[in-house]
């Protein structure tokens, strides 16, 4: 993690070992060396979530909506596959997912409506599908990662296995889609 833009300054580098005792007060750039990780916009996996996979990111570029900088209380560097995040943090490193991944997702909440079953990514729901919306889903095998806009853009939402009955459930504001991913770690 870095202080600046450009990848200097290094306010941290490493494992973190003891996590609750690891405190940052503001990151401008980072540099993810292996392995997907999901990013908070606040402490306690609150906010928005970015996906972060192996490479530089600055994060005006990836969170425009950031105030110059991420705040959080402290990082956790490990994390099992599907533990539930009870720690408090800014982001979260995704553990060895599932090779295969299925989700069913709604027209209308509470699984109503019509229904596609899911198992490759898609760029464009709308165009595949004929959904500018989704209401629920369930999230029958593997990690997604569901995204606001079509083509990968916008507002990202991680879905771990299991039942998101409204958008709600998820963290969206609105039932408002464009595009889906399979969450899969690249080391």
Known sequence: ???????????????VEKPDRFHFNEIYSLNVLKGSWVLYESPNYGGRQYLLRSGDYRLLEI??????????EDLKAEVQRYCDPLFRSGILKLGTTTSS????????????????EITEDCSSLHN????????????????????????????????????YRHYHDWGALDARVGSLRRAVDFY
Do not use: A
Not at 134 to 163: A, C, K, T
């Open 128 to 163: 595949r599908f004929h959904f500018s919306e989704i209401h629920s889903f369930n999230v029958l095998e593997g990690w997604w990662v569901l995204y606001e806009m079509p083509n990968y853009r916008g507002r990202q939402y991680l879905l771990r296995p299991g039942d």
């Open 63 to 72: 969170c425009p909506d950031f105030s110059f900088s991420l705040r959080s």
């Open 101 to 116: 991944h299925r989700l069913r997702i709604y027209e209308r909440e509470d699984y109503r409506g019509q229904m596609v």
């Open 1 to 15: 993690m870095y202080k600046t833009e450009v990848l200097t300054w290094i306010i941290y580098n490493g494992v």
